[in-house]
């Protein structure tokens, strides 16, 4: 007799969201009594199965264009219409991995410089990878990708996450309801890194839905020239479709020395190791502790902690000392 077995575990899909919300303590303890009413919480999005934020929008995008016809998969008798987007590395990963899992090819226009960790995990899915001048950016792999879809229409479907609105809306669906009911509601400030501005744009829009008194703090790097990974500096630089400076009620410009030391002291004296765009997210958060405390007014800060140090570790600023 032959039973059917109904299959176990999950899907990558269903394996994306739902990630912790941790307490970070100890940054505010040089507010002292000032800081008694103060939290900062970070969304640890490292748990997501592609190791960062990125999954949730790369699914988002990839799921749509699936059910629109416009990706093909490798496995099929017809040769696929493959996913091509520009990358700093961690949505480059999340289209990997789903390219992989679901049987569709991917090209990535990415910087030569980013990380030989970024580089080792492309590798592992199988990604073909376009490399540009790390002199350009994320702006020269960009022009590259739109480049390459220009040229061969047929070949590629061209994602385009810096404009493509399932990015934002991945997190007007997900992240923000998470935030909401992990805070049971309470949350008062949210802080969040630029860079295609899918996390920050997604999640403020539906936070603001929920209070219109949560506090929405943008940040992004001070300059042009910085070692704030996937982040972008938006007056110098190709600003996404999909960012609305006029969302923020405020923007922090972030120092990538600070970010470095932030993400020092996380891992030494609180053994938590972030990637630098998180933690300069902390950095971020703890300004606006600060601002709250000067105020004597209690606060619920929620941050975005993209990914963890994981791909970072071959970097020489961890050998610093502060």
């Not at 590259?144 to 061969?152: F, G, P, S, T």
């Not at 385009?160 to 309801?177: I, V």
């Not at 630098?276 to 950095?283: D, L, M, T």
Request: with cysteine.
């Amino acid at each position: 007799m032959i039973t059917t077995v109904k299959p176990l575990g999950s899907t990558i899909l269903e394996r994306i969201g739902n990630t912790p919300l941790i307490r970070i303590d100890g940054v505010t303890a040089h507010l002292g009594d000032a800081a008694s009413g103060i939290q900062i919480l970070g969304k640890a999005e490292w748990a997501n199965p592609g190791g960062s934020v990125k999954d949730r929008a790369a699914s988002s995008i990839v799921t749509d264009a699936l059910k629109r016809g416009l990706i093909g998969s490798a496995r099929g008798s017809n040769p696929a219409k493959g996913l091509l987007d520009a990358t700093s590395g961690n949505t480059g990963i999340a289209y990997a991995m789903l390219g992989a899992a679901l049987g569709f090819p991917v090209t990535l226009c990415m910087p030569s410089n980013v990380s030989p960790e970024r580089k080792k995990y492309l590798a592992a899915y199988g990604a073909n990878i376009v490399w540009t001048s790390p002199a350009d950016g994320s702006d020269g792999a960009i022009r590259k990708a739109r480049e390459l879809a220009a040229a061969e229409p047929d070949r590629y479907f061209y994602a385009d996450q810096y404009s493509n609105d399932e990015n934002w809306r991945a997190h007007y669906r997900t992240t923000a309801n998470e935030i909401w009911q992990q805070t049971d509601g309470q949350i008062t400030h949210f802080v969040a890194g630029l860079g295609t501005s899918g996390t920050f744009m997604g999640t403020t829009r539906r936070l603001r839905e929920l209070n219109p008194a949560i506090r929405c703090i943008s940040m992004q790097p001070d300059s042009a020239f910085n070692g704030l990974e996937g982040l972008k500096h938006m007056a110098t630089a190709i600003v996404p479709r999909i960012y609305d400076s006029a969302l923020a009620d405020a923007n922090i410009d972030m120092d990538t020395e600070v970010a470095y030391r932030i993400a020092r002291t996380l891992g030494r004296n609180h053994g938590l190791l972030v990637g630098i765009s998180a933690a300069g997210a902390v950095a971020a958060a703890v300004q606006v502790a600060e601002q709250e405390a000067r105020a004597g007014r209690e606060a619920i800060i929620v941050t975005i902690l993209p990914d963890s140090a994981e791909k970072y570790m071959s970097d020489r600023f961890w050998q610093e000392q502060d």
